[in-house]
């Protein structure tokens, strides 16, 4: 059982405040016409649900030692649940893995009130608005990086980072160099399994994204993703607090 801390207090504290800036946020007006478009003209299975519509913030421990960064939110996914990779394919891969490593209190999530709870992680992503054709622009990936900067630095528990997919990835390395952790990209290159030590006694691993497209195909199969989250475990756990 992990004690509550002042410090974590503050992270708790950090985050919500910057959860709530994400929320209200308006800088990107393509991401947010169509995030609101979306929500309007619903797929039929959800015909009768209200979309959340609006940029998807944060989820997990502020207490983490493990960070998941994504991609961004899925049109009909966490842009009509506000949760990230809940109600749709990919969080419904995610969750089980996660479950069967430790990290969340329930194999499935399909809204904000199932009674998730995630232990020791956070998840979080690039973009917190749903793009068109998942493809964010440069000018949306900028305007969203001090949000990433922020949550860093609020996790002061934090020796693991894992990247869901390339995009998540570079976005990822890009804040260690706007941060002035690195100079430079280096050997930081993207690939399923890779781990990569990063200043600061922590570590950054990468998967590829959880999408239909790469688990329906056999690309990532539950085994490759568990062995995944299985070393962020282990790695966090070896590291002193």
């Known amino acids: 059982m992990r004690v509550v801390t002042q410090k974590t207090t503050e992270a708790s504290s950090a985050i919500a405040a910057l959860n709530a800036r994400i929320v209200a946020c308006e800088l990107c007006p393509r991401l947010r016409e169509y995030g609101a478009l979306v929500a309007l003209n619903k797929r039929r299975a959800y015909r009768d649900q209200e979309y959340w519509g609006r940029p998807v913030p944060n989820f997990g421990d502020p207490n983490a030692r493990v960070l998941i960064v994504g991609l961004a ?35 499935r999530a399909s809204s904000r009130d199932d009674g998730m709870q995630l232990r020791d992680l956070m998840i979080t992503s690039v ?40 995009i998540g990835f570079d976005g990822f390395v890009q804040h260690l160099i706007r941060t002035g952790q690195i100079s430079r990209r280096g050997e930081l290159q993207f690939g ?47 590291l002193p607090e």
């Open 127 to 166: 973009v917190r608005c749903a793009p068109p054709d998942n493809k964010p622009l440069p000018q949306e990936l900028a305007n969203c990086a001090p949000f990433l900067d922020e949550e860093v630095a609020a996790l002061t528990n934090l020796k693991v980072v894992v990247c869901l997919g390339k």
């Open 73 to 107: 939110p899925g049109a009909h996914g966490s842009n009509r649940t506000g949760r990230p990779f809940t109600g749709d394919g990919s969080g419904d891969f995610l969750y089980p893995v996660l479950h069967r490593a430790g990290f969340a209190s329930q194999p």
């Open 192 to 238: 399923h399994g890779v781990e990569y030590p990063l200043p600061g006694g922590r570590f950054l691993l990468a998967s590829y994204h959880p999408s239909l497209q790469n688990t329906n195909t056999g690309k990532l199969t539950a085994e490759m993703f568990l062995k995944v989250f299985e070393r962020a475990r282990k790695l966090a756990s070896s």
